[in-house]
C-alpha cells in the first residue's frame, strides 16, 4: 500500500504563488493533482506520467501552475503561480500503478488527504 503525503498548502494573497509537494512511501507511477472547493465537485488540475514527459492541465490553470516530479524521492510538485480566489480549495495528490498520466479520478489507485489552499483577495 503507497502512502501519500501532500505539504505546501496555506494562506497567499492573489496573484503570489504556492508549490505543493506530494511525497509517496514507495514508487508511484502516473501521478496527478486534484482539487475540492467547498459545495463543488472535486476537480482535475494536472497530470504527469512516470517519465515526466507527459503532462496534462485543466485549462482554468494553463500558463499558471506547473506540474514535475522527482523520481529519486518518489514526490510530485505542482508549483501554482498568479494565484486567484477561486483557487481556493482542498489540494488532492493521487497517484496509479500505471506509468502514463490521466484527468481520469478513477484512473488512480491511491490518495492523499489533502494540503489546504487558501487564496485571499
Known amino acids: 500500500q503507497v502512502q501519500l503525503v501532500e505539504s505546501g498548502g496555506g494562506l497567499v494573497q492573489a496573484g503570489g504563488s504556492l508549490r505543493l509537494s506530494c511525497a509517496a512511501s514507495?514508487?508511484?507511477?502516473?501521478m496527478g493533482w486534484f482539487r475540492q472547493a467547498p459545495g463543488k465537485e472535486r476537480e482535475f488540475v494536472s497530470t504527469i506520467s512516470w517519465s515526466g514527459t507527459s503532462t496534462y492541465y485543466a485549462d482554468f490553470v494553463k500558463g499558471r501552475f506547473t506540474i514535475s516530479r522527482d523520481n529519486a524521492k518518489n514526490t510530485v510538485y505542482l508549483h501554482m503561480n498568479s494565484l486567484k480566489p477561486e483557487d481556493t480549495a482542498v489540494y488532492y495528490c493521487?497517484?496509479?500503478?500505471?506509468?502514463?498520466?490521466?484527468?481520469?479520478?478513477?484512473?488512480?489507485?491511491?490518495w492523499g488527504q489533502g494540503t489546504q489552499v487558501t487564496v485571499s483577495s
Open positions: 514507495g514508487r508511484t507511477f502516473g
Open positions: 493521487r497517484a496509479s500503478s500505471d506509468k502514463g498520466q490521466s484527468p481520469i479520478t478513477y484512473w488512480y489507485d491511491y
